[in-house]
């Protein structure tokens, strides 16, 4: 008779996680470094965004890093901030293998998004259509600030800039609630956990696909896109 593993006991405790002093559950400090690039959103805020090479060899890396913070008039801290990474399948001829091999020298976030294109057979040249490529890691919203489309007006204007400067033509994302830490400790709680975690998903993945036209990324993956077209 075959040993099977134990299955984990429901988790009871809270798996949400907490706000940084900065009002944030996941924004580090950052400086905004080489040529930033200023835009206006509203009457009262902005939106300011820098690109840089990971790479210290410009000519070998084709990887860009996009760092951008949101700022309102009157406050001393960012009201939100984005991080992504904007690559060149088209300009370098990258297929599925060569995009992995690239993003996993950078770190394991980079891979695990350019691994989507291996496990489900995509080729991002074709993915792209004759334009480049941007990975949204990160955007996130000061608690005080949210509520009034701040996020998607920020997240729409990044992806114009990004088309504008760099012939992006489609983003990918995973739409995450940020204050679940892990989908997987989110999925493995106690029904009122999970339940809460699953309904913030579906407000999230409502929200992008209503005010962006996201569409997911294949049927078994947790990415989503939104391809971005010329205003």
Request: net charge neutral.
């Amino acid at each position: 008779m075959k040993n099977h593993m134990p299955v984990p006991p429901l988790r009871d405790e809270p798996i949400e996680a907490t706000r940084n002093r900065s009002g944030f559950y996941r924004g580090k400090e950052f400086r905004l470094r080489g040529k930033s690039h200023l835009v206006n959103l509203t009457g009262q805020t902005w939106l300011k965004w820098a690109a840089r090479h990971l790479s210290s060899d410009d000519d070998d890396n084709v990887i860009l890093e996009i760092n951008a913070s949101i700022w309102t008039a009157g406050q001393k801290r960012k009201s939100g901030y984005f991080t992504g990474y904007v690559v060149f399948p088209n300009e370098e001829l990258l297929d599925n293998s060569s995009l992995h091999c690239i993003c996993d020298a950078e770190s394991q976030t980079l891979a695990d998004f350019a691994e989507e294109f291996i496990i489900h057979e995509i080729d991002p040249l074709e993915f792209c259509d004759g334009g480049e490529l941007l990975f949204a890691d990160l955007l996130e919203i000061r608690k005080e600030f949210q509520g009034h489309g701040l996020g998607i007006l920020a997240f729409s204007t990044i992806l114009q800039e990004m088309r504008k400067a760099y012939d992006v033509s489609v983003c990918l994302f995973q739409p995450h609630p940020l204050q679940y830490p892990s989908s997987t400790l989110a999925e493995r709680a106690n029904p009122k956990i999970r339940a809460a975690y699953r309904a913030a998903f579906n407000r999230l993945k409502s929200y992008y696909q209503n005010h962006l036209g996201a569409m997911k990324f294949a049927a078994k993956s947790k990415y989503w896109y939104a391809r971005i077209a010329d205003k």
